[in-house]
């Protein structure tokens, strides 16, 4: 059986990786209805399922193939996996929690099927899937009750086994890669790494992708111009956080545009032992949320990070398309990408 995560970190050595755009962004092309997103078993469902975009992998899973199908076609290298909100957190807004782990499941199974396809047509240029962890829709660090500072709306142990249940379904679904993404609160990531080491475990994997482990990607996200994440850490307290575990990448995505990323992308450069990725948005949203930035403005703003030498992952986020992707990889194909940084983060 082919090594896959060898034939990965073998890819790392030769060129700058393309992450895909924005799952979301591509699937609001599609004039969905109700219906669209109901399976024969969710046929009489009595909450409005419409919007629960990670449920269209078992409703219309067509849907999700042609959109990885474009990204790979665009010269992604990496595509993530439809389950964003595929906890049974996220999912519980539905009342679906039950169905977390079959959504993730049949998600990296489409991926996976036209990563491989992709792959047969262009063998000197793999194609891998990322199985997405969301950041979930609730926050263990910060309490949703002003009144009440000291609440809190989900626990540690119930994020852990949430994530512990989606990394099953994804690695059964064949991923290549796991990818915690989004990161506005670093314990809700804690308890995804927790949760993924306890997984590996269980399925006797390495941790270590030097070993032959499953690679685990993170990306976290700086909400302001403040430069620090929704629970108050900064870029470098962010990277401290989570090198306990022996990563792929570490990174940043969302929330902001790449021109505004630039220096907290410096400092991951300057200061991470693993890879660094990034997956800004099309610039920031107009008045009605919506992203204008071209994909010409945008590959203009991100050569400033290729000519610095701060990644070796570039991706698109909210508001990026195909069309993104394409300019990103034809930028990235000019530049050789970051150097890794073997020295530790922090000398004791």
């Known amino acids: 059986m082919e090594n896959r995560t060898a034939l990965l970190l073998d890819q790392f050595t ?23 997103f109901r399976t024969d078993e969710l046929k009489d469902h009595h909450k409005a399922l419409k919007g629960n975009n990670d449920l269209l992998s078992l409703s219309r899973p067509e849907i999700i193939r042609e959109i990885h199908d474009v990204y790979l076609e665009a010269g992604a290298d990496i595509i993530e996996t439809n389950t964003f909100s595929g906890t049974s957190i996220a999912q519980a807004d539905y009342e679906l929690s039950h169905m977390a782990y079959a959504i993730n499941l049949e998600s990296a199974k489409i991926a996976k099927a ?28 910060i309490s949703p009750d002003v009144n009440d500072p000291g609440y809190r709306a989900v626990t540690f ?4 086994e949430a994530y512990a249940e989606q990394t099953r ?34 399925k006797g994997l390495p941790l270590d992708p030097k070993e032959g482990g499953i690679p685990i990607m993170i990306s976290g996200t700086i909400t302001d111009a403040s430069g620090r994440t929704l629970s108050g850490q900064t870029t470098e307290a962010f990277l401290i956080s989570v090198s306990h575990v022996p990563l792929l990448s570490v990174g940043l995505n969302c929330a902001l545009g790449a021109k505004e990323l630039r220096p907290y992308l410096k400092i991951l450069a300057q200061k991470a032992p ?4 990034a997956y800004p948005n099309a610039g920031l949203p107009n008045e009605f949320g919506a992203y204008d930035q071209s994909a010409a403005e945008m590959a203009e703003q991100v050569e400033e990070f290729l000519k610095d030498d701060l990644l070796n992952i570039l991706g698109g986020c909210c508001g990026t398309t195909p069309e993104h992707v394409k300019a990103l990889s034809d930028l990235a194909s000019k530049y050789k990408p970051r150097e890794l940084n073997l020295e530790p983060i922090l000398e004791y």
């Open 14 to 36: 030769k060129r700058l990786l393309i992450l895909d755009g924005a799952m979301g962004t591509m699937i609001q092309r599609h004039p969905l209805k109700e219906e669209d």
């Open 114 to 141: 036209a990563a491989l396809a992709m792959t047969e047509k262009t063998p000197d240029q793999p194609r891998f899937v990322a199985g997405a962890l969301g950041p979930t829709n609730r926050t263990a660090s």
């Open 157 to 160: 142990d119930q994020l852990a």
């Open 169 to 202: 379904g994804l690695l059964e679904g064949g991923v290549d890669l796991l990818l915690v993404e989004t990161i506005f609160d670093t314990l809700n990531a804690k308890a995804a790494l927790y949760a993924i080491q306890d997984v590996f475990e269980e």
């Open 274 to 277: 693993f890879f660094v990725s």
